[in-house]
């Protein structure tokens, strides 16, 4: 006959096991929610044991109501474009932006086989010059095709970061000189409201003139139309990022500020060691909120002074006029839309492995 004292360690591993299990399913359905992918979770529970009413109740919240309501805007959008007539044409529908889509990644693959056969030309003529004559002058050129619609897609993306990582640089020093002292808060604070409201549409003359007149080399080291898009997002963007940055570091816990200063530590030391932890969590929103601005921001920008990227790309398709432009420009519409969602995505998995408190 077993006895209460064999079966109570038993009990009690199990249970410390399940815990276990318990504990590691949390923090993967955590990271999975972080990087978009929280449906996967209910499927890991089920996988693991757990209640499979209780899980297929979740996977439906999480998967199913999603996908239920993309189809429903789907066939709504389908039903309804072909109702809208312009002067391009019926509004396209799912079909026709699909068959764009598709069209665009084929001339970005045709126009990439171009390159490589321009270089291969250039390589076997360069030989041959060589070999006849080892002395012989090499000419290399770079390719001059166009930019296809992925090259406009990287050309934004790296434009955007330039500005958002130059906007943070600058935002979050400021941020913390302004949480930590009310002086420099006063001071900062009538620009912060007389600058954070204005418009990219009117950075952008001046940041203009101001990037012609100081880059006059034939070959500078930026493009004028890069670090005119860069420059614009960056005053756009910051704003944000100062902000929370103020308001995280102003709500610090008086008495860990005490602890620094009876510990004496030197004012490098508590912003390291002191302030920046406790402020991480409004730094990083800020940052989230600073990278949104700065996409919307740096679209506008490439519109109106016609710089390279998407919204160069949507504004020539609009003056295009051809009968497949307004499914194009659809395109744009939603590839700018899924990148912005990525790039939240990505800071919130930033935030959540450096600060643990990573928000859903």
């Known amino acids: 006959m077993t006895s209460l004292t064999d079966t109570a360690p038993s009990d009690l591993a ?6 276990r299990r318990a504990h590691a399913l949390n923090r993967i359905a955590s990271a999975l929610t972080t990087v978009g992918l929280g449906w996967l979770a209910p499927l890991l529970r089920m ?51 699909w068959e764009q889509a598709t069209s665009l990644y084929a001339d970005h693959k045709a126009e990439r086989a171009k390159e490589s056969a321009f270089y291969e030309r ?7 010059a060589l070999a006849a004559d080892p002395n012989a002058p090499v000419k290399t050129r770079p390719y001059a095709g166009k930019p296809t619609y992925l090259d406009q897609i990287l050309t934004s993306l790296k434009t955007v970061f330039t500005g ?17 002292s009310s002086t420099v808060n006063a001071a900062m604070n009538p620009l912060i409201q007389l600058f954070k409201p204005v418009s990219p549409l009117a950075w952008l003359p001046l ?14 080291t930026f493009e004028k139309s890069f670090l005119t898009s860069a420059i614009t997002v960056t005053l756009c ?11 995280g570091v102003s709500s610090i816990d008086k008495d860990l500020m005490n602890v620094g200063k009876v510990l004496q530590l030197s004012g490098l030391t508590m912003v390291r060691r002191l302030v920046l932890p406790s402020a991480l969590p409004f730094i990083f929103t800020g940052l989230r909120l600073s990278l949104g601005v700065g996409w919307m921001v740096l679209i506008a920008a490439e519109m109106l002074a016609q710089n390279p990227g998407l919204g160069k790309f949507v ?23 899924l990148i912005g969602f990525l790039l939240d995505r990505v800071m919130l998995a930033f935030q959540a492995a450096v600060t643990h408190t990573g928000n859903r």
Request: glycine share 8%; proline share 6%; with cysteine.
């Open 14 to 19: 199990r249970a410390q096991r399940k815990a």
């Open 47 to 97: 996988a693991a044991g757990e209640n499979p009413r209780v899980q297929a109740v979740e996977l439906w919240r999480q998967m199913g109501v999603p996908l239920t309501a993309i189809l429903l805007f789907l066939a709504a959008w389908g039903w309804a474009a072909p109702q809208v007539h312009t002067s391009l044409g019926a509004i396209p529908g799912p079909a026709q932006v």
């Open 122 to 128: 250039q390589a076997k003529r360069n030989a041959e």
């Open 164 to 180: 958002f990582l130059i906007g943070a640089l600058v935002a979050v020093p400021l941020g913390v000189a302004c949480g930590l």
């Open 207 to 220: 940041v203009t003139m101001v990037v012609s007149a100081t880059v006059s080399s034939d070959n500078p």
């Open 237 to 247: 963007s910051l704003w944000p990022t100062l902000i929370n940055t103020a308001v």
């Open 315 to 337: 504004w020539d398709e609009f003056q295009n006029g051809s009968s497949n432009s307004l499914a194009k420009i659809m395109v744009a519409v939603f590839t700018i839309g």
